[in-house]
């Protein structure tokens, strides 16, 4: 359930490069969801797009490209779930979501230097949909994420890592952040 919300500077993107970069970043969001063309994937796959005025967006002091090259001004937000990526993964979105944006708009990679791409982990316990919370586990049956490939195994053993920490740490029952399988189990050890 990655969403990428992009800032970028009023008057950078004219009708037809926004769409063309809406198209490629929710490709972008679809690989990073294990090529999730499924309904549930598709309906995840969410770029959100905010034009800042030039006197709301201020780099290195300045409210000018002074201090930075050409299409500096945009700044991706990437929302994923905590524990849905590998550092290997992240650094793939990184190049992925960049590319999408300097392609999108006829750059070279070195033209958008300062274009920023963050990622930020949402905590397992803090998606919500229809009201109600949906876990990492629940995401990946609605994407089709298969629970015995090596992306949903690595997912597990990171979620059990931080099951044991919580139960070596004496965490309380409830304080959330497992995936639900797990949540029952932390509580045990923890007694």
């Known amino acids: 359930m990655p969403v990428i919300q992009l800032y ?6 004219d009708p037809a490069s926004k769409n063309e970069m ?4 929710t490709e972008v969001l679809l690989t990073m969801e294990g090529g999730a063309r499924t309904p549930g994937g598709l309906a995840f796959a969410s770029v959100l797009f905010t034009e800042v005025p030039a006197e ?4 290195g002091g300045k409210i000018d490209d002074t201090p930075i090259r050409t299409h500096g001004r945009l ?8 524990g849905y990526m590998s550092q290997q993964h992240k650094s793939e979105v990184h190049a992925s979501v960049h590319a999408a944006m300097m392609e999108s708009l006829g750059a070279t990679h070195e033209d958008g230097s300062g274009a920023l791409v963050i990622i930020e982990e ?29 992306r949903f195994k690595w997912v597990e053993a990171y979620f059990q890592a ?17 995936l639900p399988a797990l949540s029952a189990t932390s509580a045990t050890q923890g007694e």
């Open 75 to 82: 700044l991706a937000r990437v929302s994923i779930p905590e």
């Open 56 to 59: 709301d967006w201020w780099v």
């Open 162 to 178: 931080k099951a044991r920490q919580y139960a070596a740490s004496h965490y309380p029952p409830g304080t959330g952040g497992l």
């Open 22 to 25: 809406g198209k490629r970043l």
């Open 122 to 150: 949402v905590s397992e316990g803090n998606w919500g949909a229809g009201g109600h919370t949906i876990s990492l586990a629940a995401i990946a049956n609605t994407v089709g994420l298969a629970k015995d490939g090596e």
């Open 8 to 13: 970028y500077a009023k008057g950078m993107l």
